[in-house]
């Protein structure tokens, strides 16, 4: 990245992912997002070529992804998932807490299926390696109302094992979102445009 800057090359960047991704927010619409935050990063250096986030979206998981990528889906784009994917420089995931949550919701969490989840993650990291040569940030599971500390320790670890494997950038939001501050109330999930803020920095501090 930084003989990119020193180059003055310009930066393709792809969002991936759920309503985490694109800034859900708790009155059902696309605020802010920490993805938002990376583009304005990149246009205020001059440095952004184009930013593509048309496969983020509420209730997105992976096993929808993985079709998408399969199936070389096209959205609101000229071009179609493989080659959004592949031209790009950078691409940002965060997909999963969402899935998760409504998993809890249904009493469907159980070992079983977090053994799946985990799996399906690693399947969907390495589809991505095959299409791309992109630094690829992972963003990280954090704990709420629905989703308990234990099950967070547990797939953080596993993303962090998927990161290394992949030579991957994990981006560990856990510690940020203990503070409440950044939810509207106990019950929401989806935090404010403060903590996407927080979560961009991180992003660019690891670049």
Do not use: P
Request: glycine share 4%; aromatic share 14%; charged share 25%.
């Amino acid at each position: 990245m930084i003989y990119m800057f020193n180059r003055n090359e310009k930066i393709s960047i792809m969002a991936i992912g759920d309503g985490i991704s694109s800034g859900e927010t708790s009155y059902n619409i696309d605020g802010i997002s920490y993805n938002d935050y990376l583009k304005e990063y990149f246009e205020n250096k001059r440095l952004l070529k184009n930013y593509n986030n048309s496969f983020t979206m509420k209730n997105y998981n992976i096993t929808n992804l993985l079709y998408d990528i399969k199936n070389n889906v096209k959205k609101n784009n000229k071009l179609n998932i493989k080659q959004l994917i592949h031209n790009a420089d950078i691409v940002t995931i965060a997909i999963g807490e969402e899935e998760l949550i409504k998993a809890v919701m249904t009493k469907d969490l159980k070992e079983e299926y977090l053994k799946e989840f985990i799996y399906k993650y690693d399947k969907l990291i390495l589809s991505l390696k095959e299409i791309t040569e992109a630094k690829i940030f992972i963003v990280g599971f954090y704990e709420n109302e629905y989703l308990s500390k234990r099950n967070v320790i547990i797939l953080n670890a596993n993303l962090r094992n998927i990161a290394l494997k992949y030579d991957l950038v994990f981006i560990d939001i856990s510690d940020l979102l203990i503070n409440k501050g950044y939810f509207l109330n106990k019950k929401d999930y989806y935090f404010n445009y403060k903590a996407h803020e927080e979560i961009a920095k991180m992003i660019i501090n690891s670049l």
